[in-house]
């Protein structure tokens, strides 16, 4: 049986943020796909998950309760994620014109509301998230976020908090 110690798997998960960052960036810059709200917010799960896993790598616990935490707490920030990538795969099901647009860009919306209404607002009513611009096997950029979330989850629970210290 393979075995990989805590501090090595951790680095492994903020690698794997690392890669999907990098292929945001990558899509963005290169491929001139503009992310949408939901895509910035998806992005700011992916770097929370990536840097817990940093920390974690860096910190290595001892215990295993500290561990315990760290897979917790980075299991939460996946399910964040998860949720905006559900949210943004719900969005993109609908008929086009049958979700409310913005109308603004996220920075402008930033500038002239609280944190709290402009996350509201992209969560609740954002069509331009509808659009998919690109997809991979039949599947949109979201549920490849999704998909790679819920695998960093699992990876996050059995390096932190199925396996005993090594």
């Known amino acids: 049986m393979l075995t990989i110690n805590r501090r090595a798997g951790n680095a492994l998960g903020f690698l794997a943020c690392a890669a999907l960052m990098g292929y945001a960036l990558y899509a963005q810059h290169v491929l001139g796909l503009e992310p949408c709200p ?26 295993n309760k500290g561990a315990l935490a760290y897979g917790v707490l980075i299991d939460l920030a996946t399910l964040v994620g998860i949720g905006i990538s559900a949210r943004h795969i719900w969005i993109q099901a609908q008929p086009p014109g049958s979700v409310a ?23 609740f009513g954002s069509g331009e998230c509808g659009k998919i611009d690109w997809s991979l096997l039949g599947l949109s950029m979201p549920w490849w976020v999704l998909i790679s979330l819920a695998a960093l989850g699992a990876w996050a629970a059995i390096v932190n908090i199925a396996a005993r210290a090594k």
């Open 38 to 63: 939901l895509c910035i917010f998806q992005r700011v799960a992916v770097i929370a998950v990536g840097v817990l896993f940093l920390i974690a790598a860096l910190h290595n616990p001892a215990s």
């Open 101 to 123: 647009a913005c109308g603004a860009d996220l920075n402008y919306l930033l500038e002239i509301m609280p944190v709290t209404d402009v996350i509201n607002k992209v969560l």
